[in-house]
Structures are given as structure tokens and as C-alpha cells.
């Protein structure tokens, strides 16, 4: 138990960028921390639905209330995910050799691919927003983060890493199948009871699931491997779907 505890607290100093009281690193707790990334998901989703809330509550114009929900997820995670976003869009619309994609991929500038590709999501999560007509329920704005995070965690630990991934070597030494198959369980839990008591709106879990395949293996094909950036390119692109598909609903 106390190694579950400092693998979840590892996983919040990493992947949200709201202060943590524990701040200890394990390396034997490292192979489990992408397993919590859907606890991870769920606390941050609970934030957002609170946040939503109260500004709906709280009769905030409709412009500056989507902005600041469009841009929450970014800011409390500290820009990790669309950091990998931005250098996954840069590479693989580059069309260049393998090589070169995989060069790009770790260049700490932005190119413009990656801005043009920004703007669009950015774009298209605040436009959604917008449409949000007061009756949506806002509990899937913790369904949204916690499957993104369910489908990510099953794909880092089943994927065949690149070899200048974080999740490549000695990352997978210790990695064990229990932690994928926890992270398949979570995902069929949240996806269930979205259903049970979202209702309609149940089927979210669903296109953020799908969206976020596709996009991986979009980005995996093209750079031939799995990463970290690759999963924050598809994760972003996912909740942005799932935004997308409350609006339509």
C-alpha cells in the first residue's frame, strides 16, 4: 500500500502541475506511476467540473467562462501533454525521413506546423465551450481526463517504446502485466459507469477512447515507436474530441 501511495504521489508531481505535499522519488515506484494516471485524471476532471460549475453558478459572461474552462486543462497540467502535442504535430507533418521526424520530435523549438495545429485545437476546444447550452452535465469533464488517461496508460506499458523514449531501457524493467491490466479495468469502470450515470452522455468515454487510438497510432506509425510526446499528441486531441462530442450531444 505505501508503494501504491508513493507511486500515485509521483504520478501528480509529473503530470499535473497543482502542488503536492510529497515530493519523495522512488525508482522502484516508477513503473507504476503511469498506472495512476487515471486517478490523476479524475482528480483533475473533478477540478474542471467544479470550475465549470461555479462560473455557470456564478453567471460569468459566456466568452470569459470558455476560455477559462478551454484553458484549464493546459494550465493545470502544466502544459505537458500539449507540450507533446506541439513536437508530435512538428514531426510528423514534416514528411521527412525517419530519422529527421524522430530529430524534430526532441528540437526544443516550435515550428510552425505545431502553432498552426495549436491554434486549430485550441480553437475548435473553445468554439465547443461556446456551445455548452447550460444543460450539458458536467460530470463528464472528469469522464474526459480519466479515459484519456485509462487508453494512455494501456498504451505506454503494451507499445513497443522508440528507443530515445523516457519509456524505453530501464523504464520497462519492473513493469509488470498486472499494471496494464489494472489500467484496462479502470477503463471499462469509468466507461461503465458513464453510462450508468451519465446517461447519453456515456458515449463520450467512447469517442475520447477511439480518438485517442486513432491519433497514437497515427503518431506510431510515423515515428515507429511509442513516447511520451506521443501520448500527450493523442491525449490532447482526444479530450478535445470529447469536448467536441458534449457540444454535439
Known amino acids: ?50 470550475i465549470a460549475y461555479l462560473l455557470n453558478f456564478l453567471g460569468v459572461p459566456l466568452f470569459l467562462r470558455a476560455a477559462v474552462v478551454c484553458a484549464f486543462p493546459y494550465v493545470v497540467t502544466g502544459g505537458i501533454h500539449m507540450d507533446g502535442f506541439l513536437d508530435v504535430s512538428d514531426a510528423i507533418r514534416s514528411w521527412r525521413g525517419i530519422e529527421e521526424r524522430r530529430k524534430i520530435l526532441k528540437d526544443p523549438h516550435v515550428g510552425s506546423f505545431a502553432v498552426v495545429d495549436c491554434l486549430i485545437l485550441v480553437l475548435v476546444q473553445f468554439a465547443a465551450f461556446c456551445s455548452f447550452d447550460g444543460n450539458e452535465n458536467l460530470f463528464t469533464l472528469i469522464q474526459i481526463p480519466t479515459v484519456s488517461r485509462c487508453v494512455a496508460s494501456i498504451c505506454v506499458y503494451t507499445l513497443r517504446p522508440m528507443p530515445t523514449s523516457q519509456y524505453s531501457g530501464d523504464y520497462q524493467t519492473g513493469v509488470r502485466k498486472s499494471y496494464t491490466g489494472v489500467s484496462v479495468f479502470l477503463l471499462i469502470l469509468s466507461t461503465a459507469l458513464g453510462f450508468v450515470f451519465l446517461g447519453k452522455y456515456g458515449f463520450v468515454s467512447v469517442v475520447v477512447a477511439l480518438a485517442y487510438l486513432l491519433y497514437m497510432y497515427r503518431a506510431y506509425r510515423n515515428l515507429e515507436g511509442m513516447s511520451g510526446d506521443i501520448s500527450g499528441y493523442a491525449l490532447t486531441i482526444a479530450e478535445m474530441c470529447g469536448i467536441v462530442a458534449v457540444a454535439l450531444l
Not at 505535499?21 to 490523476?40: A, I, K, N, S
Open 1 to 50: 500500500m505505501k508503494k501504491c501511495f508513493k507511486a500515485f504521489m509521483m504520478s501528480m508531481t509529473m503530470f499535473c502541475a497543482i502542488p503536492c505535499p510529497y515530493h519523495g522519488w522512488d525508482e522502484d515506484c516508477r513503473p507504476m506511476t503511469t498506472m495512476f494516471l487515471p486517478f490523476v485524471g479524475a482528480w483533475i476532471g473533478a477540478l474542471w467540473a467544479l
